[in-house]
């Protein structure tokens, strides 16, 4: 009986909403998986964005983990999803993707009454997370600088797989292939 060859790559699909459940769950993967001896992860990603929270503290998680990160932009990737695809050590786009950025934004109630102090405080931090934001960009593309990117998020702004190459945000653009015998994950979330 022949065994099967061991292999340390894994294969992760996402393509759901950003949030605080779906980043718990998809870390939780990549920890059992870690714990089976995987070392080269392979995330492909399609997402609306969602959670800057979530999205700012999944993405410092990533970089902290003793892994190697391959993220694949597989349809579209829009707001703080870029800071996963950013996360990756190789970046790699699907010829016809796309990557959207815009600016962060508050959800109020219908009718929620905000006095000026509680305004401020609002501001203030979607301002602070803006700024986080422009610098990871920042620092993870090779040709924007601080500036570029906050207006990258101010402007809100959609990028093709080839202008987001050449910002570096992007190492190559290619159709996407998973090696037969692989392993494969798809993360589902009901409800």
Do not use: W
Request: aromatic share 8%; glycine share 8%; charged share 20%.
């Amino acid at each position: 009986m022949l065994k099967k060859k061991a292999t340390t790559d894994v294969y992760i699909s996402f393509m759901e909403n950003i949030n605080e459940k779906t980043m718990q769950s998809f870390l939780s993967t990549i920890a059992q998986q870690l714990n089976k001896g995987i070392q080269n992860f392979h995330l492909l990603l399609s997402t609306s964005g969602g959670s800057v929270m979530a999205g700012i503290d999944t993405y410092y998680k990533l970089k902290a983990l003793p892994i190697t990160l391959i993220t694949y932009n597989t349809g579209s990737i829009s707001s703080v999803g870029n800071l996963l695809y950013l996360a990756g050590d190789y970046r790699y786009a699907a010829p016809h993707c796309s990557f959207m950025f815009h600016g962060v934004g508050l959800s109020v109630g219908q009718n929620q009454r905000i006095e000026e102090k509680k305004l401020r405080e609002h501001l203030a931090g979607l301002q602070r997370d803006q700024e986080r934001l422009a610098n990871i960009v920042e620092e993870r593309c090779s040709n924007v600088n601080v500036e570029e990117a906050r207006n990258l998020f101010l402007e809100g702004t959609f990028k093709t797989a080839e202008e987001a190459k050449s910002m570096g945000l992007v190492h190559e653009i290619c159709n996407i292939r998973i090696p037969k015998g692989v392993s494969f994950i798809s993360l589902v979330f009901k409800g």
